[in-house]
């Protein structure tokens, strides 16, 4: 299995950005896929996460802001980040975890917010 991630890139505080994670093979549907963040000297944190069966989770810094979803035919998982701020800025991570495959890393995805 493989995470490739894409959509990254700079743009103005108040502006928006879609995330998107394309995973390889046949186990996506059966994951739970979330998105991590880590800014410069900082330490990885979540982001947000959504369930095999929908249920989503949000970090309170990105609540009201950003929308997980995903699409199990597309073997995609998406992140829409809308009213970006400066504090957004960090490299963006897609994760799988799937009780036979452990937890899976994909590259990540550079976003700044910046004017």
């Known amino acids: 299995v493989q995470l490739q991630a894409s959509g990254g890139g700079l743009v103005q505080p108040g502006g928006s950005l879609r995330l998107s994670c394309a995973a390889s093979g046949n186990i996506f549907r059966l994951a739970t896929m979330a998105w991590y963040r880590q800014a410069p000297g900082k330490q990885r944190e979540l982001v947000a996460s959504i369930t095999n069966d929908y249920s989503t989770n949000y970090a309170d810094s990105v609540k009201g802001r950003f929308t997980i979803s995903r699409d199990n035919i597309k073997n995609t998982l998406y992140l829409q980040m809308d009213n970006l701020k400066p504090e957004d800025t960090a490299d963006y991570y897609c994760?799988?975890?799937?009780?036979?495959?452990?937890?899976?890393w994909g590259q990540g995805t550079q976003v700044t917010v910046s004017s």
């Open positions: 994760n799988l975890v799937h009780g036979g495959y452990g937890s899976l």
